[in-house]
């Protein structure tokens, strides 16, 4: 026969499951290690204890009423969960198996015990639920902010499924999809050019660009079927990454400027009309204003007043100009119509014109342009670019200073250089000096009237001629511009 006394305490001893022996009152008889470990008591001092002495205040109620009924008969054995007080005071929560066993007579003879630690599952199973709590707030926040933001938002699978769109996207959709959305980018619908005049092809759509892993900013597109009801919309892209760099989605966002777009076409058609009507007369008053200029047997200062009302009806005139190209320049027209023509004759009358406003300030007009210059160019455009070059350049010179023109024939280009002597610009300001609307601090602080248009229509001119514009300058030292247009 073997030793099942022998065999049943081996496995006892190094069974990972606590195990214990105990009387009927629940006194510890004897316990293996595993339970010694989780309770952090030796063996000798658990079997000075009771069951009852360590288990939790708060359990030892339902503890008790089961044993009392396995005591009575009414179960052999039962199985709970409940906590343990261990040697340090620290908690274990256990799962415990009870058995009964009695003698032929069916009296009890001893208890047998298993505890199961579930410590760290709880507690991982606590650590969990705070984490999905956490998330479920996150996503509320998330949700939240995404239907407070003006912005039409999409968060965007690599497949192309729209994980998450908010409420401002959804009008864009209903208009654009008038039928219904499938949820997934490239869906064709009523999605049109920055025209009006056509729909987008598949390759086009934001949606389809930016889950190829696109980049992209303010994409213009009209969204609806009715033109009447249709909304202007600029798009911009950004990709989603993992910590390795691979992509994992985009994000869109989606800007209505249906009434930004409207408000610059009124403003547009407003300008063109109040320029062109104020065009005809400037033309005629500054014709008049040259004859009287130009004419002998007038007292001095008679010519003083004519000169100073000729010299702003051309501030004026220059004005007009500017704003009926800024308008012709929105309205999608060709901004240069060229031919061939002398540079040299072109810059020698822009001079010319600046040297009525230069003689009020006491600025000298330097140029040195005796060379023919023959180049294939809009010679009004490019005059008005002189025009606004040259005036900038007086405005800014010291008073009795000097502004210097030079006008260089390559090859294969032309170089034109307007430099003046003025306090200059710092880096920032230079950076920004081809802006429209740009006024720089000394403008501003001198009260110099303008509009900040002058120096963008140059820049719109000269890179409609396919050419170049530059600028250097520092504060003290002066600002020198360079125009490099293609002969």
Not at 82 to 110: C, I, M
Not at 263 to 280: C, G, I, M, P
Not at 447 to 469: F, K, N
């Amino acid at each position: 026969m073997p030793d099942t006394d022998g065999l049943w305490r081996l496995t006892m001893e190094h069974s990972p499951v606590g195990m214990a022996l105990l009387s009927p009152d629940g006194r510890f008889l004897t316990a293996n290690i595993a339970l010694c470990d989780m309770l952090g008591h030796g063996c000798d001092e658990l079997q000075r204890l009771t069951f009852q002495a360590i288990t939790h205040a708060d359990d030892r109620a339902s503890d008790a009423r089961l044993h009392a009924r396995m005591m009575a008969g009414e179960i052999d054995s039962f199985r709970t969960t409940k906590r343990y007080v261990r040697a340090d005071g620290t908690l274990l929560l256990g799962d415990v198996s009870v058995a009964l066993v009695r003698d032929e007579a069916g009296s009890p003879l001893h208890v047998i015990a298993q505890i199961v630690d579930l410590t760290e599952r709880q507690a991982f199973v606590e650590r969990l639920d705070a984490a999905e709590a956490e998330v479920a707030s996150e996503q509320a926040w998330t949700g939240a902010i995404l239907d407070t933001v003006p912005l039409g938002l999409v968060l965007l699978a690599t497949d192309g499924a729209f994980a998450a769109y908010n409420r401002v996207h959804q009008k864009f959709l209903d208009l654009a999809y008038p039928q219904g959305h499938a949820g997934r980018a490239g869906q064709d619908g009523f999605l049109y050019d920055a025209e009006q005049t056509r729909r987008l092809d598949r390759d086009e759509l934001p949606s389809v660009r930016a889950a190829a892993g696109e980049e992209f900013d303010d994409q213009l597109l009209w969204v609806g079927e009715d033109p009447l009801a249709r909304r202007a919309v600029a798009v911009s892209a950004r990709t989603v990454r993992d910590r390795s760099g691979v992509f994992t989605g985009a994000v869109l966002a989606y800007h209505d400027v249906t009434d930004l777009l409207r408000a610059r076409k009124v403003k547009d058609e407003f300008v063109a009309s109040v320029s062109h009507e104020l065009r005809t007369p400037l033309t005629a008053a500054l014709a008049y204003l040259e004859l009287l200029d130009y004419s002998s047997g007038l007292p001095d200062d008679v010519h003083q007043h004519v000169g100073a009302a000729r010299r702003n009806m051309l501030r004026l005139s220059h004005l007009v100009a500017d704003l009926l190209y800024a308008a012709r320049a929105t309205s999608g027209s060709p901004l240069v119509d060229p031919y061939r023509v002398d540079l040299a004759t072109v810059v020698s009358e822009a001079v010319e014109a600046a040297r009525v406003d230069a003689d009020g300030r006491g600025v000298s007009i330097e140029a040195d342009l005796d060379a023919p210059v023959v180049a294939v160019v809009d010679g009004l455009r490019l005059r008005q670019a002189l025009d606004n070059l040259l005036a900038n350049a007086v405005t800014y010179a010291r008073r009795d200073g000097v502004v210097r023109v030079g006008l260089v024939g390559g090859e294969h280009d032309v170089e034109i250089t307007v430099t003046d002597d003025g306090e200059g610009l710092d880096e920032t300001e230079l950076a920004q000096m081809f802006t429209q609307f740009f006024r720089g601090s000394n403008a501003r602080e001198g009260q110099v009237p303008g509009t900040g248009l002058g120096l963008s229509i140059v820049r719109r001119i000269v890179e409609a001629h396919g050419g170049e514009v530059t600028a250097t300058s520092a504060p003290g030292q002066g600002t020198s511009v360079r125009v490099v247009l293609p002969r």
